[in-house]
């Protein structure tokens, strides 16, 4: 009998272990089996699904590249939100995340979304990510050239000073 007690007790801090505190407040009961905590974690998850999905969605279809410091971040916001969605039940197919991604890109990337978008069948959301990082790195190339060769063209294009001894 000890032994599942310890059980029970290892799998309710498991679950407090893993949420909010705002959430952990509501579900907490020292007195609670394990099953007991689990099922009220369930009630409120179940109860908020509606406002979480609506709010989900508002974020994962406003997400834009600009509120990032790169694609990666960019990515990885998209796959959490589509994740998100899908966990609570909606429906988030691979091509709704290949197409927010292009939705929310920069005027910078306008070429490239232009070009994805002519592509039959569009990338998938994982590829996408892949080809964008690549065409970050190649714009953040392209920009370090172009600052390296506009520095040198500075410095030739100014006279000499004769050494004034």
Known sequence: MALWQRIDDIVRQLIYGTNFNDLLNSILDTDD?????????KIVFHN????RASNLDSQFTNTKLKQFDGVKPYCTRLKFLGDSLKDIGDKVSDNQMALQILKGLSDEYKNFR??????KPLPSFDELC????????????????????ESHLHQSAQPLNPDTS
Do not use: G, P
């Not at 007991?36 to 974690?41: F, H, M, Q, V």
């Not at 790195?137 to 392209?142: E, F, G």
């Open 33 to 41: 089996k394990a099953i007991d905590t689990w099922s009220r974690t």
């Open 48 to 51: 908020n699904k509606s406002a």
């Open 114 to 119: 232009t070009f994805v978008r002519r592509l």
């Open 130 to 149: 892949s080809m964008l990082e690549f065409e970050e790195q190649t714009n953040a190339s392209d920009l370090l050239i172009e600052a390296r060769a």
